[in-house]
């Protein structure tokens, strides 16, 4: 079982045990039984959150749901990285209520805010995040990497988590090993990359890049749209889905 998974289970636990020992001290106010009831909790949830978590992040059905395709990549793109991720946002920003559990993610740094499962993939002219379809909102983010001005590591306690700041937004996402990829990025980074006006052709319409972003809180087929990151068609919050996928190698 792999880091994330384990940790994954471990905040699990920790926050349902603590919950049950709140419940059961605003009960009974006996200090050592409350104690015990948590511990209880703890020790059973979390190892059977952390199995579930990996089984389901390494189910067949899910890779293939947050790999990227040739169809998702930009004329003479390749796939430098990939790595599991959640994107952090906002449920409100979408028309959503809170997620289950939403008061107590304050507790993990996360208040009135969600995280959205899917893949992180980082290419030779961008970072693309993906999500899988068990989500409340899925679709893609796209980020060409000129536009970013700061990479940090901003985790909390277990909450493994990096900032992306580009001219246009703040994007936060949780996944293993931050200092590793800020080193991957600022390689890909320094290396060959799109000069404007090649990434200017990437686009559609000709606008320049500041203003490319997908529309603004536009349903369709029941889902929403929302986006303020500049990218292509295929980099906003979009809801197609290809027929054939493969999970490219981390380099």
């Given amino acids: 079982m792999k880091l994330p998974s384990i940790l994954a289970g471990a905040v699990f636990g920790l926050l349902l045990g603590g919950i049950q020992a709140a419940q059961q001290l605003a009960d009974t106010g006996m200090v050592g039984r409350s104690m015990s009831i948590g511990l209880i909790w703890m020790v059973c949830a979390g190892p059977l959150f952390a199995l579930a978590a990996y089984l389901f992040v390494n189910s067949r059905y899910v890779r293939k749901q947050i790999c990227l395709d040739d169809a998702d990549l930009l004329a003479g793109e390749q796939i430098l990285h990939s790595a599991l991720a959640n994107l952090v946002v906002r449920p409100k920003d979408f028309g959503l209520g809170k ?64 900032t992306v700041t580009t001219g246009f937004a703040r994007i936060d996402l949780i996944t293993p090993q931050v200092d590793q990829l800020i080193a991957r990025i600022e390689q890909a980074r320094s290396a060959t990359v799109p000069s404007t006006a090649a990434m200017q052709d990437f686009l559609h319409g000709g606008l320049p890049l500041a203003s490319m972003a997908c529309s603004r809180s536009a349903r369709s087929s029941g889902s929403i749209r929302r986006s303020i990151w500049p990218a292509t068609d295929k980099g906003c919050w979009s809801w197609r889905a290809s027929p054939w996928w493969r999970c490219p190698r981390s380099s």
């Fill in 99 to 162: 997620f289950a559990f939403g008061d107590l993610l304050w507790l993990a740094g996360m208040q009135d805010k969600e995280a959205i499962g899917g893949g992180l993939h980082l290419t030779t002219h961008r970072l693309v995040f993906k999500s899988h379809r068990l989500n409340r909102l899925r679709g893609s983010v796209s980020i060409f990497l000129p536009t970013i001005v700061d990479l940090r590591n901003s985790s909390l306690l277990l909450l493994r988590r990096l």
